[in-house]
């Protein structure tokens, strides 16, 4: 099984980190794109260290690109996804596990979040954990369920998906149903429009991403 790395920035307190954002990139990227993000939230997170990871696979013809599962551009179909996901869940988890016993921290403890393919990672693993993360978000992407999707125990950590409505990569209506499938599931989901804007991640999206993100770390115990 592929090790997973990237870079990381350390927690802008200085000390050990008492929070984790994991930040994972779309296809044909790496790390250094989605680790770009961490400036718009390290005040509100002073003590999280921020890792944004390389996929576990190279694009073909494309060495400095990564991707998650390899997508079929003619239909990307729902079968195609759920195998690609599948086989790299285990590696996703395989780096968290790794990444908690080493820091002292856990799944309560972490933000799992994406753009493209990695929201649709973000989604599918964060969701399928038997402990809960601390919060799932989600850019541009969709929802295709694990396997214990649904299972009665099966905890339901706070999510946020944010989608531009000119994306004409992974369509707006995939983030909408997404958002829908959570909420009808019992998940406490915030939902973004990003008005106006196509595959990306614009600043009303951060926006709204930070606001997500103070309402989830509000009284966190400290260690």
């Known amino acids: 099984m ?8 350390p927690p802008l ?5 008492k929070q984790a954002v994991i930040l994972l990139h779309g296809y044909g990227s790496d790390g250094n794109d989605l680790i770009g993000l961490a400036p718009h939230w390290r005040d509100m997170l002073a003590d999280a260290v ?16 990564y991707q ?3 997508p079929d551009f003619e239909a990307d179909s729902i079968a195609m996804r759920q195998k690609g996901l599948h086989a790299a869940a285990p590696v996703l988890g395989e780096f968290l596990s790794d990444f908690w016993t080493q820091s002292g921290l856990g799944a309560q403890d972490t933000i799992l979040a994406g753009f493209s393919q990695g929201a649709m990672m973000a989604l599918h693993f964060g969701l399928s954990l038997p402990e809960p993360l601390m919060g799932v978000l989600a850019f541009s992407g969709l929802f295709q369920p694990a396997d214990n999707f649904g299972a009665e125990n099966l905890p339901k950590p706070p999510v946020a998906i944010v989608h531009g409505d000119m994306d004409t990569v992974v369509p707006f209506s995939l983030g909408e149903a997404a958002a829908a499938t959570l909420t009808k599931a019992g998940y406490a989901v915030k939902f973004h429009n990003s008005a106006g804007v196509g595959h990306g991640i614009a600043p009303d999206g951060l926006a709204f991403a930070a606001d997500f993100i103070g309402g989830i ?5 400290q260690r």
């Open 2 to 9: 592929p090790k997973l790395s990237g870079p990381m920035m």
């Open 13 to 17: 307190s200085g000390g050990d980190p």
């Open 50 to 65: 921020f890792i944004a990871p390389n996929a576990p696979e190279q694009v073909p013809g494309h060495p400095s690109g």
């Open 68 to 70: 998650w599962f390899a």
């Open 217 to 221: 770390i509000p009284n966190k115990k």
